[in-house]
């Protein structure tokens, strides 16, 4: 597709819910990144992608989260027995190639709300 | 700790004028800085950006300055138009956050017709 492509767009889960959260990232782009998004705050960094290895999680806040990105293209975000302060907009995002400066694309993002 | 702030939450600006919106860092290996504009229920969208060489970059209505001395560096719109209104994003990549962004928290532009 065109765009970073995310889904569901919107998820509400029960507390102890697992949920998954996939990415399309733009086709031939090497690099994928997840980030959460509190209300009022930028994103932050939770995971990235080159091609299918995972390279740098630092950002993951526990070991409830987990990413895999098995064919190198689409990704998905798990999150085991969700958490109220796991509600948050998660988006995805790709570039080209892995370097500085590549200018980096983002998914409109996935809202999770956990109640 | 908050390696990129952004210390107004809000700005408001007539149609026609300048806005200028700030960022400042810490991280001294952050070589790369980027601003993101995002709408409601969007994601943030590239905007532009600039490396750490250079001390000004253009295109178009929107300029990105760099004070690399002062780890300060802002976003001029001329003129702001109602369109403009959104959250800016600053980020910033380089050293071992090669790769990746580290945000700042936003700024809300409003732009009044």
């Known amino acids: 597709g065109a765009g970073v492509s995310q889904s569901p767009r919107y998820k509400v889960a029960k507390r102890g819910q697992d949920v998954a959260l996939r990415c399309d990232p733009i086709?031939?782009?090497?690099?994928l990144f997840w980030y959460q998004q509190a209300l009022g705050q930028g994103p932050e960094f939770l995971t990235y992608?080159?091609?299918?290895?995972?390279?740098?999680k630092s950002g993951l806040p526990s070991d409830r989260f987990f990413a895999e990105r098995p064919e190198g293209s689409v990704s998905t975000l798990k999150i085991q027995r969700t958490q109220q302060e796991d509600s948050a907009v998660y988006l995805c995002?790709?570039?080209?190639?892995?370097?500085?400066?590549?200018?980096?694309?983002f998914g409109e993002g996935s809202w999770l709300t956990v109640v | 700790d908050q390696q990129v702030k952004q210390n107004s939450p809000s700005l408001s600006v007539q149609e026609g004028r300048i806005s200028i919106l700030n960022c400042d860092y810490t991280?001294?290996?952050?070589?790369?800085f980027l601003w993101y504009k995002k709408y409601p229920a969007e994601g943030p969208t590239f905007l532009i950006s600039?490396?750490?060489?250079?001390d000004k970059n253009e295109d178009g209505r929107f300029t990105v300055f760099l004070n690399k001395s002062a780890k300060h560096l802002s976003l001029h719109i001329v003129p702001s138009q109602p369109g403009d209104s959104a959250v800016y994003f600053c980020a910033a990549e380089g050293g071992t956050s090669y790769g990746k962004l580290t945000f700042g928290q936003g700024t809300i532009l409003t732009v009044h017709p």
């Open positions: 995002a790709s570039s080209l190639e892995y370097r500085t400066g590549n200018t980096i694309y």
């Open positions: 991280n001294s290996m952050f070589d790369y």
């Open positions: 086709s031939g782009h090497v690099s």
């Open positions: 600039i490396s750490s060489i250079k």
């Open positions: 992608f080159q091609n299918e290895a995972q390279l740098d």
